[in-house]
């Protein structure tokens, strides 16, 4: 079946630091998508790429999908407390979705 | 819209008991989707309905997990006996659907977390 790989499982950082966490697939995606779940929360969705080397930007996120479209990556320019939570990559097989084992993170003041 | 609506919100029960939680999916969605998260196993899928249809339950752990979707508005996932290792958050998601080269985003219930004495 699909495989999604998510690195690192765990990142605490300094508010104010950037935060980066990579998806990687084993195989070429059509699209990839992005969800934050908030502790105690439920994943909700962020954004989805789908052209190959595309770059989006949500505020202080950027998302990046990688010219083969195997892997991406979000990136967190200066976390906020607010940031704090679990990001999934999620990529499509058939009609569902196959989630990342999700990157964790910690922003203490 | 109130978005995906989930119940009950918390379930404690014993083991050997039968557990039912249940799903309201956005209205016009033709596709929801159950999940369960754990620690140890992230989050799973376990079933997903098309226009009320099963269409892969290749997830459902045993024969202990049943779902069901009467109608366009409602789902149910049945946990009969229930055991301890069961305990976890369950979500419920829906969507509009793929489309071609791209795919709909899921919204999320609110989860219900239940926890097998």
């Known amino acids: 079946g699909q495989q999604v790989m998510q690195i690192p499982q765990y990142q605490h950082v300094q508010e104010g630091e950037d935060f980066t966490t990579y998806c990687n697939s084993s195989?070429?995606?059509?699209?990839i998508q992005w969800y934050k779940q908030r502790p105690g929360g439920h994943p909700v969705f962020l954004i989805q790429?789908?052209?190959?080397?595309e770059v989006k930007k949500q505020k202080r996120l950027t998302f990046q999908f990688g010219e083969a479209k195997k892997n991406s990556s979000l990136h967190i320019t200066a976390t906020q407390t607010t940031d704090v939570g679990t990001y999934f990559c999620a990529v499509p097989t058939a009609s569902k979705l196959t989630f990342g084992t999700g990157t964790r993170l910690q922003v203490t003041l | 819209d109130a978005g995906v609506i989930q119940s009950p919100r918390h379930e404690v029960t014993e083991m050997g008991q039968e557990v039912t939680l249940r799903c309201k999916p956005i209205?016009?969605?033709?596709?929801l989707f159950w999940y369960r998260q754990t620690m140890m196993r992230g989050l799973e899928l376990l079933i997903y309905?098309?226009?009320?249809?099963?269409?892969?339950d290749s997830g459902m752990p045993e024969d202990r997990f049943s779902a069901k979707m009467p109608n366009a508005s409602f789902s149910t996932l049945k946990i009969q006996p229930s055991e301890p290792r069961d305990s976890a958050v369950y979500f419920c998601?829906?969507?509009?659907?793929?489309?071609?080269?791209?795919?709909?985003?899921?919204?999320f219930g609110p989860g219900t977390r239940l926890t097998v004495l």
């Open positions: 209205s016009g969605h033709d596709y």
């Open positions: 790429l789908v052209k190959s080397g």
């Open positions: 998601a829906s969507s509009l659907g793929p489309t071609p080269a791209t795919y709909n985003e899921q919204f």
């Open positions: 309905f098309n226009n009320n249809v099963p269409i892969d």
């Open positions: 195989t070429t995606l059509s699209n």
